[in-house]
């Protein structure tokens, strides 16, 4: 179980919430009542949400702890220790 929360996992998971998230939001505006359209709008805002506070959570270096940028492709170096990411 351990290996899954890891960084390359958190990264992955990122996507895949931001996408099921952004999805409900589409949906959401497909003309449903308002309260459907208000219950998909909150789940799509909590799986956007929950994705960033995952990546948050567990995109850093396993070596040092810093968290990684963002921005760009998986680094195969951590910036700040220079350990080797894999
Ligand atoms: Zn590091």
């Known amino acids: 179980m351990k290996k899954f ?3 390359k996992y958190g990264r992955k998971m990122f ?5 099921i998230g952004t999805l409900f939001l589409i949906v ?18 909590v799986f956007v949400l ?3 506070l995952w ?3 567990l995109y850093k270096c396993p070596h040092c702890d810093t ?20």
Do not use: V
């Open 15 to 19: 996507f895949i919430f931001a996408a």
């Open 28 to 45: 959401a505006q497909c003309g449903f009542s308002k309260t459907i359209q208000l219950i998909l709008m909150i789940i799509g805002a």
């Open 50 to 52: 929950g994705g960033y």
């Open 67 to 86: 968290r990684l940028p963002w921005d760009g492709g998986l680094p195969n170096h951590c910036p700040s220790c220079g350990e080797k990411l894999n």
């Open 5 to 7: 929360f890891n960084y």
């Open 55 to 57: 990546m948050f959570i």
